[in-house]
């Protein structure tokens, strides 16, 4: 079931893939064996710690993953990045390659998630035609609950009827930025940990997205939107046993940031 082959003209018998196999179901004999392919994770630790490639699992070979020694990110630009981001909230009118974002979420489903559950499901509008209708049709659905005096009272009225008021008196969109795509992240309710993945898929999007150039914007307007609106979570195909994480919109950005902002020092309560 969980294919754990070892190619024994290979495998030194260091015990390294045992040793790190989280939920300790491989033994060594001679050469490593599984005990109980139930409680596998199918994390792939066991093919991604052996130092000579002598693991596969799950019908994956170890030539088919990337070499990390020397090949890893260098400190500087990784900080850059994180320190570098900027929420964008101007947007070219044009999309992003569908190819690109094929390949942003192909990277941005490796990011971990509870148990190894790998359930996060993207939901993602990738043509800037398609979200262009669905601005209308969400924004068209604000206005009537607005219109019949239906925005439940305190801070989602405050937001959502100043977005309502713009959109009506400006044509400007403050639910998605003006932005041409969006990317939702939802995971099964009965998940282990489905509100911690999704966040934790978005964050490395956001991150990847970034360093390709692509501008991205956490969407807690379009998540207020959502709550208000029941048949929005089905209309964009999101299953009804979903727990939706959070959204994102996306897209060319139309502002350059030329510095960093400056935060910090962090917040920190050390433990005695
Ligand atoms: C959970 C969350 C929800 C957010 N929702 C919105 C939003 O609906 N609209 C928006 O313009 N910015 C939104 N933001 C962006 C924040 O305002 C932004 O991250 C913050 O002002 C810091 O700016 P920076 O992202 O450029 O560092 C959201 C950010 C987070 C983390």
Not at 34 to 63: F, K
Not at 71 to 85: F, M, S, V, Y
Not at 186 to 201: E, N, R, V
Request: charged letters at 20%; aromatic letters at 6%; a negative charge.
């Amino acid at each position: 079931m969980i294919q754990f082959r070892i190619d024994e003209a290979r495998c030194t018998q260091c015990g390294e893939c045992a040793v790190d196999c989280p939920a300790g179901v491989i033994s060594m004999a001679d050469y490593p064996t599984i005990t109980n392919e139930e409680g596998c994770y199918r994390c792939q630790h066991c093919l991604a710690v052996c130092p000579t490639g002598a693991v596969s699992i799950l019908g994956r070979a170890p030539e088919a993953s990337i070499q990390l020694t020397g090949n890893l990110p260098d400190p500087a630009g990784l900080e850059l990045l994180i320190k570098g981001r900027r929420s964008i909230r101007r947007y070219r009118d044009e999309d992003v390659s569908p190819a690109l974002i094929d390949e942003l979420l192909n990277i941005a489903c490796y990011a971990p998630t509870g148990v190894n559950a790998e359930a996060v499901l993207f939901t993602v509008v990738k043509q800037r035609a398609v979200m262009n209708v669905l601005r209308e049709e969400v924004m068209a659905q604000l206005v009537t609950l607005k219109d019949a005096g239906k925005l439940p009272a305190g801070f989602v009225a405050q937001y959502i009827g100043f977005a309502v008021k713009a959109w009506q008196e400006e044509g400007k969109d403050i639910i998605f930025r003006g932005a041409p795509h969006l990317l939702i992240t939802s995971a099964p309710k009965d998940a282990p940990c489905p509100a911690q993945d999704t966040l934790i898929a978005l964050t490395t999007f956001q991150l990847l997205a970034h360093a390709r150039g692509v501008g991205t914007v956490w969407d807690g307007m379009f998540m207020m939107a959502l709550a208000l609106l029941p048949d929005l979570a089905a209309r964009l195909g999101i299953p009804e046993n979903h727990l939706v994480g959070y959204a994102m919109a996306f897209g060319e950005p139309a502002v350059e940031y030329h510095r960093t902002v400056q935060r910090g020092p962090a917040r920190v309560n050390v433990v005695r």
